[in-house]
Nanobody, 124 residues
Framework: QVQLVESGGGLVQVGGSLKLSCAASGLTFMDYALGWFRQVPGKEREFISRISGAGSITDYADSVKGRFTISRDNAKNTVYLQMNSLKSEDTAVYYC?????????????????WGQGTQVTVSS
């Protein structure tokens, strides 16, 4: 079965950095675009970033543009999210998701598979 497993979350101070990883198994990784979303209690899941199957197309939400970088290593079946200059409002559970297609949408519903999430807490 398909599994997406996030790691790398944790507690960091404002201005710090974290790198999230999402390891995929059970699918042909290059056939899937990947996305990162985040969610805080009581709010809808929010788009953060997306990357195409070959990694040639990337896109970011305005709230993280210039601070976050998405990348993927198709040899390792892994997608990454480098997060720099973290702010307290970045605190959330971060999820990776896989979408069978060239590039996934900016909304969560059409994605085919989801990870279990990893908590990121930014303290001031």
């Amino acid at each position: 079965q398909v599994q997406l497993v996030e790691s790398g979350g944790g507690l960091v101070q404002v201005g710090g950095s974290l790198k999230l990883s999402c390891a995929a198994s059970g699918l042909t990784f290059m056939d899937y675009a990947l996305g990162w979303f985040r969610q805080v209690p009581g709010k809808e899941r929010e788009f953060i970033s997306r990357i195409s199957g070959a990694g040639s197309i990337t896109d970011y939400a305005d709230s993280v543009k210039g601070r976050f970088t998405i990348s993927r290593d198709n040899a390792k079946n892994t997608v990454y999210l480098q997060m720099n200059s973290l702010k307290s409002e970045d605190t959330a559970v971060y999820y990776c998701a896989a979408y069978r297609g060239t590039i996934g949408p900016r909304v969560p519903a059409p994605y085919d598979y989801w990870g279990q999430g990893t908590q990121v807490t930014v303290s001031s």
